[in-house]
């Protein structure tokens, strides 16, 4: 069982930047595609980025692209989502998730329903 922790997320103005961190528990973390998802209030949950088992792919909704950077250290079993010029329709409860059931070095998926381990969500406001 892979138990997934986030944290980082807070209030923030308008133009600023939060570094959110997943922490996960499990050594097999290199074996696993991960992601980052959100949420706001009274909407559905928003793909955000994700990024290969070795990070050395990436991929980014159109809505962060250029603003956002996901990232993973393997040895620290930690990924990382650094949020630069933050807007306020950034505001939402952001989760990481993880799937180890990954068929190559490259894959990484943007679809929820791929993932089988979900953090427990971190708040971020974004005030304007």
């Known amino acids: 069982q892979v138990q997934l922790v986030e944290s980082g997320g807070g209030l923030v103005q308008a133009g600023g930047s939060l570094r959110l961190s997943c922490a996960a528990s499990?050594?097999?973390?290199?074996?696993?595609?991960m992601g980052w998802f959100r949420q706001a209030p009274g909407k559905e949950r928003d793909f955000v980025a994700a990024?290969?088992?070795?990070?050395?792919?990436?991929y980014y909704a159109d809505s962060v692209k250029g603003r956002f950077i996901i990232s993973r250290d393997n040895a620290k079993n930690t990924m990382y989502l650094q949020m630069n010029n933050l807007k306020p329709e950034d505001t939402a409860i952001y989760s990481c998730?993880?799937?180890?059931?990954?068929?190559?070095?490259?894959?990484?998926?943007?679809?929820?329903?791929?993932?089988?381990?979900w953090g427990q969500g971190t708040q971020v406001t974004v005030s304007s």
């Open positions: 499990e050594r097999t973390f290199s074996n696993s595609a």
């Open positions: 998730a993880a799937t180890s059931m990954v068929p190559y070095l490259t894959t990484l998926y943007a679809s929820a329903r791929q993932y089988d381990y």
């Open positions: 990024i290969s088992r070795s990070g050395a792919v990436v």
